[in-house]
């Protein structure tokens, strides 16, 4: 049976936090190593971490584990990248003050499926409280527990899933298969969801990193266009209930992985991960452009696989490159460097990167590495990378 499959998802992307000024696109290597302090912590307790988001108070991190891997087998008998579904989950951990990491539950929300973006509501709805936490959830290559291919979206049930931060309680969920209110609304199936952020104002916005897929039963050869979907605050609970909802938009875009947004500049960043229109890029795309439905020129290109983004507050912008397992940072007039870490020298798997200023004015960065060569699972790592006031 044949698959066309993007590179995507060999490095499973998700949030990020948007920089990034001018919109000359800069297409170069590397430039000379940036060095920054040690990693502080690592923690040894995931499954294929992919994404996190801190709790409103920073209190708490929450780390979506994907359960990626190579399980099934195509017809040629060779394994096959895919997400194995029910053995992923929502860890939680304690957040100290100085920084420092203790895990509370890794399956704080468990017997998840391909559990991608991962991001905390900022503003209550009518229906959800502030703080209540959002992750994507489905990706469309799933085996089961016979190492088979799952076949039919109801099985996979691709949704954005939403739960309590403190009980771990499901409190509802956006169906995002083919006949949902959402998927009808913005006339394009959901098959890889990814990345996620919210605005300041409450509106979600989630990357679906587009495929073909001729495995689900009776479907035929559908494909999945790439882009990211905005759903306005005020059609989240609408779109919960499992009723139509207003004012949702699809912006066409090569390959994006990671979505975010950056209030200081009022816009979204997007990354790449082997577009093939424009290569491995970051776009500022404003919040104007993006209603208007347009994909202005790339901030940034020509790196390689682009997964997770933070934006310092020295205004460097950090991006984790699978490609060559490693740490990027981006200046404001699109130079890059490598970032250079005492005792660590590559990363395997980088995923995506979340920060937290301290009240020291120090920062940390949340790195997760997927590890995919690592067989055992509940082995994986999440670093802690210390900042440096005004890094």
Known sequence: MKRTLPLSVLALPT???????????WLNS?????????IRQTVAEFYRPESSTFSLDGRFL???????GFYGVDVKGERQFSLAHGKG?????AVSDDGTLTMLDPRFYPETS?????????????????????????????????????????????????IDPESGKLLGKIALSMDGELCKAIGNPIFIPNGMCFDHEGNLYF???GATNELLKGAGTVTSRSGVVKIPHGAIDALAAGKPAQGLKFLDAPSINGVGFDRQTDSLLLLTFSGAESGDSVYKVTRGEFEAGILPKPFVTGQGRLDGVVVTPGRRLLVTDVTNKRLLAIGETGAVA??????KGHFEGPSDIKIRTLKDGTSIVILPEQEFT??????????????????
């Open 30 to 38: 590397a430039g000379p190593a940036l060095r920054v302090p040690v």
């Open 338 to 343: 490598v970032v250079s870490l005492d005792g």
């Open 62 to 68: 929450f780390v979506t584990n994907c359960g990626s």
């Open 89 to 93: 989950a929502v860890s939680k951990l």
């Open 114 to 162: 391909g559990a991608l973006g991962i991001s905390t509501l900022p503003i209550a709805t009518k229906t959800f409280s502030a703080g209540t936490l959002f992750f994507n959830s489905g990706f469309f290559m799933q085996t089961d527990a016979d190492d088979k291919y799952i076949d039919n979206q109801r099985d996979l049930a691709p949704a954005i899933v939403i």
């Open 374 to 391: 690592a067989a055992k699972e509940w082995n994986q790592r999440l670093h802690v990378i210390r900042l440096p006031a005004g890094y």
């Open 15 to 25: 949030v990020a936090v948007v920089f990034s000024t001018g919109c000359r696109p």
């Open 207 to 209: 990357a679906e990193t």
